[in-house]
Structure formats: C-alpha cells, structure tokens
C-alpha cells in the first residue's frame, strides 16, 4: 500500500512538472517573441531617424559623422531598403541592408519582397524639407521569422501535453480501482474464511457420527463451493500464477459442472476442438469468468432457450464464445455492459462482468467483448488469449 501510494504520488509530481512546463513555454515563448519584436522595430525607427538626419544636416559635427555610419552599419539582422517618394528602390550603398545581392539585382524579386515586407509592416516614411521624402521597407529578422514556428510547435506539444493529460488521469483512476477491487477482494475472501473454517470443523464432527449421511455429503459439496469462491476472491485481490495449461480440460470442466446446474429447458452445447490447446492460464479464475457469462445467458433467456460454448483457434489466439438465444442487448447497454456498477438486472450489482474484463485483460492480457448482439434475438460474448 505504500509502495502504491508513492506511485501515485511520483504521477502527480510528474503531472504538475509537465503542467509547469507547457504554461512556462507558453509564456517564455510569446514573451520572448514580442519583445524581439518590438525591439526591431525600434532598431528600425532609430535607423530612420539617422538616415533622416544624414539628409537633413549638410554640416554635421564629428561625433555625428562618426555615429551615423555606426547606426547604419550595426544593423546585421532586420532586412530594410530605402525608396524614393515614389516608393522605387534607392540601390546605393547605406540604403538597403541584409537582402541578397540576387534580389537586389532582380526587380521582380525586389519588388515581391517589397510588397511581402509592406504586409508586415507599414513602410516608414522619412519627411525632408525639399519634400523628396523616403520610405523604410522592412521585414522580420531570420530569428524572428524562425520563431514565427514557435506556436505551431507549441500547439503540438501542448497537443500531446493534453494525451499525455488524459493517460495520465486514465492510469490514476485505473490505478485506484483496481486497488478497490483488490481491496474489496482481500476482504471478501478473509470474511469467507473465517466461517467457512468453522464449517469445516462441525462438518468433521458431523462425519464422526454419520459419514454416510447424504445431508454430510451435500454440505460438504457446499463448503468445497465456499472454498472456490474464497479462492477466486483471493486470486482477484493479487498477481494470479498462470500454471495451468490444458485449456479443454479446464472449458470441460466448467461445462460439466454448470451443465448440472442450470436448468433443463436450456439447451447448453459444448464445441472443442479434436486436439489438445495448451494455453496459460489461471484455471480457477477462468472458470470464474466462464460461469459468469454463462449465467448471465440462462438470466437473459430466462431459463430457457440454448446456450452454445465454442472453443477455437485462430492467428495463434484462442477464442472462446459464449453464445445464447436470451433478449439481447441495445447499443447503449452493450457500451456500458462492463462499466463497474451498470446492470440490466434488478438486483444485479453489476460486478460480474467488470471482474470478468479485469480476470482476461489484467491477469491474461486478453480481450473480452460483447462481439455480436441483437434485442430480442440474442448476444455472443467472445474472450481473446494469446497462446504460449
């Protein structure tokens, strides 16, 4: 029980790591965007100004001579060309910056480029006194168009942060179930014993004065029936060993024994195959789940119609089909037919299949489902195992 408790604590440190991690991303990612941003287009605004300076004063002191060519030449990332009032490209040296010389020689691409670069931005218009104003065209830098790509990654990520997400709250609440069952199991079986010990005891009493009493016998055969079903219930509540492996043996068995105990206007066929399955398992559980399908057949055909027990290979799979002539069952109630707690019975507790898809999928890494049913016509219940 520690153990599992530590387990799920280590899920939900590793839950709130991973939330952290995608809301810190989100925020770092956007922030780091905009800020990069805004500083290019302040780089931008001051490259502007300088251009607009050089033009304006025609007698400018040293310090300024010497910081203008530096404001120009600094700029190594953000792509910007410089155009006349009638927005033609100005190609001279200091007027364009970080495009390739291809484009520069091309019109056409010049041109694409301009248009593509006054989408982005509103081109900066330079005003001078002789009114020959210019205009500063300019794009994103590399980086920042590489890390126009960031949201689209986020969004994958934060896609499979949410699978993630979903794994995580599915193994929890599997995980806590099964601890329930597990639980319930270990109780049910200790509740069992105790009496059931006690039984045994006066039974061997009983067979002191009467051994040939048919009422000895018959008590006997119920307290044999108490002790499997203690030790279903104490397999269910840990890791069953999978040591038997005559699977028709075991198919047998369970037709023989429910074949006595259901009622004679049911007609109950067993199918096998003409050789021997050698498939692990765990016979005691199998029998569980098997009698579990079996009589929910004789409840759905209300003690009366025909039951069909198949056993057959397939792809290195063994099948086992329950087949009945019962009521059947509607879509929604055969969605629901193994949910813990769902039953279509009025004094059903809805239990009985649950435990049947733990037995198969958990303790056989099975598969059991409901593979054909029909109102009014009946339902077939098919079990999946992986031969050895």
Excluded: C
Aim: net charge positive; no cysteine.
């Amino acid at each position: 029980m520690r153990k599992s408790i530590l387990a799920r604590l280590n899920n939900w440190i590793i839950f709130v790591i991973m939330t952290a991690l995608v809301v810190g991303i989100v925020i770092a990612s956007t922030s780091l965007i905009n800020f990069l941003r805004k500083e290019e287009i302040k780089r931008i605004n001051l490259l502007s100004k300088a251009i607009k300076i050089q033009q304006e004063v025609k007698t400018p002191d040293t310090d300024v001579l010497d910081l203008l060519p530096e404001i120009l030449n600094i700029n190594n990332t953000i792509p910007f060309i410089v155009t006349d009032k009638y927005k033609t490209p100005i190609i001279a040296p200091g007027y364009y910056r970080n495009i390739p010389e291809s484009t520069i020689k091309n019109p056409e691409k010049l041109q694409d480029l301009m248009e593509n670069m006054e989408k982005n931005y509103i081109p900066i218009e330079i005003k001078v006194p002789d009114g020959n104003n210019q205009f500063v065209y300019y794009d994103n830098s590399r980086l920042l168009n590489n890390l126009r790509y960031s949201p689209y990654i986020l969004g994958l990520f934060i896609l499979l942060y949410f699978g993630f997400s979903f794994w995580f709250f599915r193994t929890i609440k599997k995980t806590d179930e099964g601890y329930l069952w597990a639980g319930l199991a270990k109780e049910t079986a200790h509740q069992i014993g105790t009496p059931l010990s006690s039984m045994i005891g006066w039974m061997e009493i009983m067979k002191l004065d009467n051994p040939d009493s048919e009422g000895v016998h018959e008590i006997e055969k119920d307290i044999e029936r108490l002790r499997t079903i203690s030790e279903r219930f104490s397999k269910i509540g840990s890791v069953p060993e999978l040591n038997d492996r005559n699977f028709n043996e075991t198919m047998r068995e369970n037709y023989d024994y429910l074949k006595t105990r259901i009622s004679k206007k049911v007609d109950f066929a067993l199918q096998l195959p003409n050789y021997t399955l050698l498939v692990p398992h765990n016979k005691i559980l199998i029998s569980w789940v098997i009698e579990n399908l079996v009589k929910n057949a004789v409840d759905a055909m209300k003690g009366e119609g025909a039951i069909t027990l198949s056993v057959f290979e397939r792809n290195k799979n063994i099948f086992v089909e329950v087949r009945d002539t019962g009521s059947g069952m509607t879509k929604q109630q055969a969605r629901n037919a193994f949910k813990p707690g769902y039953s279509t019975k009025k004094r059903g507790w809805g239990l009985g299949l649950s435990l049947a898809r733990r037995v198969i999928h958990e303790y056989h890494n099975g598969d059991i489902k409901i593979s054909q049913t029909e109102v009014g016509k009946g339902s077939t219940f098919r079990i999946t195992i992986k031969k050895a």
